[in-house]
C-alpha cells in the first residue's frame, strides 16, 4: 500500500548553541515517522546529536501528558485527577484575580530556555504577566554573569562566525564540551585540528573533548581569571601585543598593564593549581600563533568571579590583535547579532503604571519562595524544571511545599516540578507548534512549522496565555495575535543584520546579512560606548564597580575558604551529562538506560584514603545538603575536584536528591548569575540503605522528560 508523505520544516528548540535545522517526514495519518537533520543547513549539514535524533521517542512517548489536572495529594506527592480546560482555566483565572486584587507582584512566572522559541518562550506570556502586573523574573540561571563580563568589555553579545574555527591554527577550548553541548562545532575544530591546528581545552575534568585535544589544563573551578590575568602578563613582558590594534582599537591599556603586572605566572599557579610553566607556554603560543580563537563557554563563568574571569579572557584577543582575521577572536554567543523586537513581542507597556515593579532573581528561588517581602503567593512555571534545576534543593522544595503557594506548571511530562503543581496543563511539543529561533551558536535564523496537530488535549504555552488573557478579561487586541502572525514580528525588520524574511519563509533557515568571511572587529566598531574594547570601563567605575580585569576568588575553596575546606575540602563541579540536556531527556528510557545511575568523578588521591573504590555507592554532603552517586574513580578529574554529571530528576535518582542538594544560592560577582561550581563538600561511603544494586531510575520510571531548561 502506497503511503504519501510530506516533509516539513523545522527547528530544534533546547538550549543549545547549534540551533539545528530539522526536517519532519509526516504520513498521510498526520503521524511524524522520521526526523533528520536538514542536510542543506550548512551547520547542521545533515547530522543530529543522539538525543534530538531520537526526538519522536520524546513526542510520542505514552508518558506525555495529554491532559489538564488539578491536584488531589499532598504536595510532591504527584497524585491529580483529569479536569477539563474550562474548570482549569477558570480555576488559575480565579485565584490569580484573588491574589492580584490585593497585591499582583504576589504572583510570579517562572520560565526559561526549556524551549528557545520566541513564540513559546517570550511572547504572548510575557504580555499575560505584563498587564498582570507580576512581579519580574530576572532569567539569571544560565549565562547572565558571563554576559555581563562580556559586554562590559566587548559591548555586546558578538564575536567570532563558529564556521570560522576551521581556520584558525590555534583554539583555545575554555570551559566548553563541544563534543557533548556544541557538536557541529567540534566538526569545524577537527577540520581545523587536520589542517595542523593546534586545539587547548582548559577544564578542571578531561572531558570528552578534552582528551582529543593537543593540550589539556585542569585548573581548580573558579580560577580562570587568574589564568587570563596572569597570560595577559606574559603577553605583555614578552612584546607579543600588536601595539597598532592596542593603540587604535582599545581603551585603557596603561591600567591593564599595571593592573597585571603582578599577575606573573608563579602568583596564578598558586590560584589555579596549574603549574606555571604551563601557564607560561599557554600565553606564549597565543601570542606567537596566527589565526587564534578561543570558544569560551558558561561553565566558567558559574563561580563568585564568574563575570570578571569572562571578562578577562574577553580582552585577550584584542592585547594580540585576534579580531584582525575572521579566524581569530573568541566566541562565547553570537545572539547579539539577532535583533529581537521586544516591544512587539512582549509588550512591556501593558504593566501597570500604579504597580511597583519587582524583580525576582531565578537562581534564589528557593529563599524567594521563603522569605520574599511582599510574600510570593502564586508561582506559574513553564519551560522550566526548578526542582530539579535551581541551586540549594532543600530550600527550593521547601518553597514548592508551601500549602498557601498557587502554583500552574505547563508541561509536556510530570517532572518534579510538575508533581508539585495545583494545576498541572498539558504543553505541546516542538512538533506540534508555530516557533521562530535566533541562535547563540551561528548566524542563522531559523522557522519552525507544526509538522502534526497536537495530540490530546495538549495546547501550545502561547495559546495557554492567549486563553488566560480572555479568562481574566484582558481585551488589549494583542492577545489575539496568532502565532504566525507573532513569529512573522519577532524580529526587527529594519535592521540591517536580520535574515531575509523570503529566503526564511523557503527554506526553513537564512543567514543574517552579514559579510563573509566575518571578522566583526577588524577595524575595532566594537559596540562599546568608546566604541573601542575597553580595557578600562567607565561604566563599571561610575556603578562603583572595578574599572579593571580583576580576580575575584571563589566563595568556597580551600584558598579562599579555608575553615569551610577543612570540613568540606572538596569542589564539586556538576557538568551536563552526556544524555541529557540540562533535565530535558532526563527520563526517556533510552536515554536513563545510557546514563546507568548517577556518577561521581574522583581521583585516585582523594579516593584512597577515603576507602571509596571504582562503583561504590557514595555520599556527597555539605550543610546545604547531601545526594548519593556512584564513585567512577579516574584520573579524568584533577585532584581536589569531583565532577557529578548532571542534571538527574530528583525522583528518579535512586534517593530523591541530585548534584544540586549541595549547590549554594550565593550569586556571582555582577550579573546576578547561580555559583553552582562554587561549592565545597566532603565525599565518604555510603550504606546501601536502598538494597544492593539498586541504582537510579530503578524506581518510578513512569514520567516522561520535562520541556524544561
Not at 403 to 422: G, K, M, R
Not at 487 to 500: G, L, N, Q, V
Not at 635 to 664: H, Q
Request: one cysteine or more; glycine letters at 8%; aromatic letters at 8%.
Amino acid at each position: 500500500m502506497l503511503v504519501l508523505t510530506k516533509t516539513v520544516r523545522a527547528a530544534c528548540p533546547h538550549d543549545c548553541p547549534d540551533t539545528c535545522a530539522l526536517l519532519v517526514t509526516v504520513d498521510d495519518g498526520g503521524r511524524a515517522v522520521k526526523l533528520r537533520g536538514d542536510p542543506d543547513h550548512p551547520t547542521t549539514a545533515g547530522s543530529l546529536c543522539t538525543k534530538v535524533a531520537h526526538y519522536l521517542e520524546r513526542v510520542y512517548s505514552p508518558d506525555r501528558l495529554l491532559h489538564p489536572q488539578k491536584r488531589v495529594g499532598p504536595k510532591g506527592a504527584g497524585r491529580f485527577a483529569r479536569i477539563s480546560w474550562d474548570e482549569a482555566l477558570d480555576a488559575v483565572a480565579r485565584r490569580f484575580t484573588e491574589i492580584g486584587a490585593a497585591d499582583p507582584r504576589a504572583i510570579l512566572p517562572y520560565s526559561y530556555a526549556g524551549t528557545m522559541g520566541y513564540v513559546q518562550g517570550g511572547s504572548m506570556d510575557r504580555r499575560f504577566f505584563n498587564r498582570l502586573g507580576a512581579s519580574f523574573l530576572e532569567r539569571t540561571i544560565c549565562s547572565s554573569a558571563g554576559g555581563a563580563g562580556y559586554t562590559t568589555t566587548v559591548g555586546a553579545m558578538v564575536g567570532m562566525d563558529a564556521e570560522e574555527f576551521a581556520n584558525a591554527r590555534l583554539v583555545i577550548i575554555w570551559g566548553a564540551n563541544p563534543l557533548l553541548s556544541n557538536l557541529h562545532l567540534w566538526r569545524s575544530l577537527q577540520q581545523a585540528k587536520r589542517r595542523g591546528a593546534r586545539l587547548v581545552c582548559i577544564d578542571p575534568l578531561r572531558t570528552e573533548t578534552a582528551q582529543r585535544c593537543d593540550l589539556h589544563l585542569a585548573p581548580m573551578p573558579g580560577t580562570d581569571g587568574a589564568l587570563a590575568l596572569a597570560m595577559m602578563q606574559v603577553l605583555i613582558k614578552e612584546g607579543l601585543i600588536d601595539t597598532d590594534y592596542v593603540a587604535r582599537f582599545t581603551l585603557g591599556f596603561e591600567a591593564l598593564a599595571a593592573r597585571v603586572a603582578e599577575w606573573t605566572p608563579e602568583r596564578a599557579a598558586l590560584e589555579t593549581g596549574l603549574a606555571a610553566a604551563d601557564i607560561r607556554q599557554l600565553a606564549i603560543d597565543y601570542g606567537s600563533i596566527r589565526p587564534a580563537a578561543i570558544r569560551m563557554n558558561y561553565g566558567l563563568q558559574r563561580c563568585a568571579g564568574g563575570a570578571s574571569a569572562v571578562r578577562a579572557i574577553a580582552c585577550l584577543p584584542a592585547l594580540v590583535g585576534a579580531w584582525r582575521e575572521a579566524a581569530g577572536g573568541v566566541l562565547l554567543s553570537s545572539s547579539g547579532n539577532f535583533a529581537p523586537d521586544a516591544q512587539a513581542l512582549e509588550r512591556p507597556e501593558l504593566y501597570p503604571d500604579k504597580v511597583p515593579r519587582r524583580s525576582i532573581n531565578m537562581a534564589a528561588i528557593g529563599n524567594a519562595l521563603l522569605s520574599a517581602s511582599p510574600p510570593i503567593k502564586a508561582i506559574c512555571v513553564y519551560n522550566s524544571n526548578p526542582l530539579a534545576i535551581a541551586p540549594d534543593g532543600t530550600r527550593v522544595r521547601q518553597g514548592f511545599a508551601r500549602e498557601d503557594l498557587f502554583c500552574v506548571v505547563l508541561e509536556q511530562f510530570q517532572t518534579d516540578t510538575a508533581d508539585y503543581a495545583d494545576i498541572l496543563l498539558p504543553a505541546t511539543t516542538q512538533l506540534e507548534h508555530v516557533d521562530v529561533h535566533r541562535s547563540y551558536g551561528h548566524l542563522y535564523t531559523l522557522a519552525n512549522q507544526a509538522a502534526i496537530a497536537p495530540l490530546g488535549e495538549a495546547k501550545p504555552n502561547s495559546e495557554i496565555f492567549r486563553l488566560l488573557a480572555a479568562r481574566m478579561g484582558f481585551s488589549e487586541a494583542c492577545f489575539a495575535e496568532d502565532d504566525a502572525g507573532i513569529a512573522a514580528r519577532a524580529f526587527k525588520a529594519e535592521d540591517a543584520r536580520s535574515a531575509d524574511p523570503a529566503t526564511l519563509a523557503a527554506q526553513g533557515w537564512a543567514r543574517l546579512e552579514l559579510p563573509r568571511p566575518h571578522a566583526p572587529f577588524a577595524q575595532g566598531g566594537f559596540a562599546t560606548a568608546s566604541g573601542k574594547c575597553e580595557f578600562y570601563s567607565e561604566s563599571l567605575a561610575k556603578m562603583g564597580h572595578d574599572p579593571l580585569p580583576a580576580y575575584v576568588p571563589p566563595h568556597e575553596s580551600p584558598r579562599s575558604n579555608p575553615a569551610l575546606a577543612e570540613r568540606f575540602p572538596l569542589a564539586i563541579i556538576s557538568p551536563p551529562a552526556r544524555h541529557f540536556l540540562n533535565s530535558t531527556f532526563a527520563n526517556l528510557p533510552r536515554f536513563l538506560a545510557l546514563e546507568g545511575r548517577p556518577r561521581l568523578l574522583i581521583h585516585p588521591d582523594d579516593a584512597r584514603p577515603r576507602g571509596i573504590e571504582d562503583g561504590r555507592r557514595l555520599r556527597i554532603a555539605n550543610d546545604r545538603g547531601a545526594f548519593h552517586a556512584w564513585a567512577e574513580v579516574s584520573e579524568r578529574i584533577r585532584p581536589g575536584v569531583v565532577a557529578a554529571p548532571s542534571i538527574w530528576w530528583r525522583k528518579l535518582s535512586g534517593d530523591g536528591e541530585n548534584a544540586n542538594a549541595v549547590t549554594s544560592q550565593a550569586l556571582t560577582d555582577r550579573g546576578g548569575g547561580p555559583t553552582f561550581y562554587d561549592c565545597l563538600v566532603e565525599v565518604l561511603p555510603a550504606e546501601d540503605v536502598l538494597g544492593e544494586g539498586l541504582g537510579a531510575g530503578d524506581g518510578n520510571r513512569t514520567h516522561g522528560s520535562s520541556l524544561g531548561s
